[in-house]
């Protein structure tokens, strides 16, 4: 599988961005797609995650009833929506595929079941 995403830039605090990640090749083993950050200094955080066959999702609080992610209908790319958009938001947000993994929140934020990567698109809120 392969993962490519888009979407970055600057926006103003309170704004709104959408990142696309693209999936190409094996796309019919993916069961999870996810979106990761990292800001400059921190380790690499899960934002939000989707089930690949059921759709269902989850998000970390920090982003909860802000940010949202869904995937197209041919199922062959993530977005992440995301909305009221503060300095705390700045990264370079990552998009991950998994394949063979439940969909199981302690296993799903950590990077360790993802196969594959996409480059990282990066973010910047000007307060």
């Known amino acids: 599988v392969q993962l490519q995403a888009s979407g970055g830039g600057l926006v103003q605090a309170g704004g709104s961005l959408s990142l696309s990640c693209a999936a190409s090749?094996?796309?019919?083993?993916?069961?999870?797609m996810s979106w990761f950050r990292q800001a400059p200094g921190k380790e690499r955080a899960f934002v939000a995650a989707i089930g690949w066959t059921g759709g269902t999702t989850n998000y970390a609080d920090s982003v909860k009833g802000r940010f949202t992610i869904s995937e197209d209908n041919a199922r062959t790319a993530v977005i992440l929506q995301m909305n009221s958009l503060n300095p705390d938001d700045a990264a370079v947000y990552y998009c991950a595929a998994a394949t063979g993994v439940a969909f199981v929140r302690q296993l799903y934020t950590r990077e360790t079941p993802y196969c594959c990567w996409g480059q990282g698109t990066q973010v910047t809120v000007s307060s």
């Open positions: 090749g094996r796309t019919d083993n993916i069961r999870i």
